[in-house]
């Protein structure tokens, strides 16, 4: 199935959801002044965000004109192509392998989705035909490093793991040189969201993250924040903040499957100009698709 019809079949029961409103919207009637506030509502009350949703709409409005465009039903492929432009897509120089091992660090806070996420990634490189080392860096939770052992049998990949409590850093110093040694194509990190009070969160990553570049010159090639869907506007803070503190360089956007509003996906690529590399449609290992942002625009429109 496609990431289209994935995404449309798991919102298919809000009715009063943020698809069906704007369904709804663009169905029939003329352009007019009433159409433009209604559509600021439902893209404000959809977590597309509030100063997004106003230049959104203003270029809509200037769309319109320059268009010539009278009824609402035209509107809507108009609202695609703008919402389609504020998504970032990343180029092939982003998301190819890098490295021998190309390494990938996830970052985000507990209850996110990282440690499935990174076993579902696993997966998608593995059916690629990449071998693939998972390593279970968040090592304050021992729940943790159970549930990444168990998705990563699932998966059918290769996990490295250190005793609960043990220093992070020099587990990935140890993934690192195994992972070399072994001929390892790819190494997905999960870490650890909070720690202990005497621990700060952000240092312990910038130190993994150093540890990995000075094991592998260019290395992490990519550290994507993973975010839940769910939590709205929240996500948005959780992203500035993480991305004021790593070389954040791509998004995971988890539970997406959960929530009748998608703008989120659409806001936070404009506010932080930051490309959501996947998103999270379910509890299944294939669950995790590669980000479209045409299609996902289109998605949004479908009624």
């Not at 992490?220 to 839940?228: I, K, N, R």
């Not at 929240?234 to 360089?249: D, E, G, R, T, Y």
């Not at 989120?264 to 690529?269: C, D, K, N, W």
Request: aromatic residues 6%; proline residues 3%.
């Amino acid at each position: 199935m496609s990431f289209f019809n994935k995404f449309r079949n798991s919102l298919s029961g809000n009715k009063t959801g943020f698809i069906d409103r704007l369904g709804s919207l663009f169905s029939s009637g003329e352009i007019d002044e009433e159409f433009y506030e209604e559509l600021e509502e439902i893209l404000v009350s959809g977590d597309v965000g509030v100063e997004t949703t106003l230049r959104l709409v203003e270029e809509l409005r200037d769309g319109v004109k320059e268009s010539k465009l009278k009824e609402r039903a035209e509107v809507k492929e108009l609202l695609v192509e703008k919402l389609t432009a504020l998504m970032t897509t990343p180029s092939e120089d982003d998301i190819q392998i890098k490295g021998e091992p190309h390494v990938i660090l996830l970052v985000g806070v507990n209850g996110s989705g990282k440690t499935t996420s990174a076993a579902k990634l696993a997966n998608l490189y593995k059916q690629e035909g990449k071998s693939v080392l998972l390593v279970a860096g968040d090592t304050f939770r021992a729940a943790a490093i159970e549930q990444l052992e168990i998705w990563a049998e699932r998966a059918g990949v290769e996990m490295i793991k250190q005793q609960a409590g043990s220093d992070p850093s020099a587990l990935f110093f140890d993934a690192m040189s195994s992972a070399r040694a072994r001929g390892i194509d790819v190494v997905i990190g999960d870490t650890a969201g909070r720690l202990h009070n005497k621990f700060n969160l952000m240092e312990e990553l910038n130190k993994i993250n150093r540890v990995v570049g000075r094991c592998q010159e260019g290395a992490p090639h990519q550290v994507l924040l993973v975010l839940d869907a769910t939590t709205g506007q929240n996500a948005v803070a959780q992203a500035k903040s993480f991305n004021q503190s790593l070389p954040v360089s791509g998004l995971i956007l988890t539970k997406l499957d959960g929530t009748a509003r998608g703008g989120i996906v659409v806001s936070i690529q404009d506010s932080l100009g930051i490309p959501v590399r996947y998103v999270g449609l379910g509890e299944k290992m294939e669950d995790l698709a590669p980000f479209e942002p045409a299609q996902f625009a289109r998605a949004l429109l479908e009624s």
